[in-house]
């Protein structure tokens, strides 16, 4: 298996170095799984965009062709698909720009409460959106 190819996605460079330059008392193993599960604690981060995480997460929750694309149209309106967008004027942030939200959350959990603050507050996403355009914040 190549170093570059290990559990499916692109390992970067510096990892691969690493690895390879592992001092002779770590690692004695020739397994390259075994290797990058003893230098890398934790879950590997998600590698897809932002969009694609988000439009995965309003999948599970039935929120597909024209929620989706009511979803998708907030979000760009919002942060332009950016997950460190961050408003000048207020405490908003992320891709949903919740207000006071901690700009080291993750993608993952930007999805999950913007997803929720949507349900809870508005039902849909298209019932957000219809919100959004009269008064040009949701």
Same mark, same amino acid.
């Given at each position: ?21 592992? $001092? ?18 934790? $879950? ?5 965009? $932002? ?73 849909? $996403? ?13």
């Amino acid at each position: 298996m190549k170093p570059n190819t290990l559990l499916g996605g692109a390992v970067p460079a510096l990892l691969a170095l690493t690895l390879v330059s592992a $001092p002779a008392g770590g690692l004695e193993t020739t397994n390259d799984a075994a290797v990058v599960v003893g230098v890398i604690e934790g $879950p590997l981060p998600d590698r897809r965009s $932002p969009r694609a995480i988000v439009r995965e997460r309003a999948s599970r929750s039935g929120w597909k062709g024209a929620q989706w694309r009511c979803l998708d149209a907030i979000i760009h309106k919002e942060s332009r698909w950016n997950p460190r967008a961050a408003n000048t004027h207020s405490s908003a942030r992320g891709l949903f720009q919740m207000l006071k939200q901690d700009p080291a959350l993750s993608v993952e959990e930007q999805t999950e409460r913007g997803l929720r603050y949507v349900r809870e507050r508005y039902g849909s $996403p298209c019932q957000a959106l219809r919100f959004h355009v009269a008064h040009g914040w949701y």
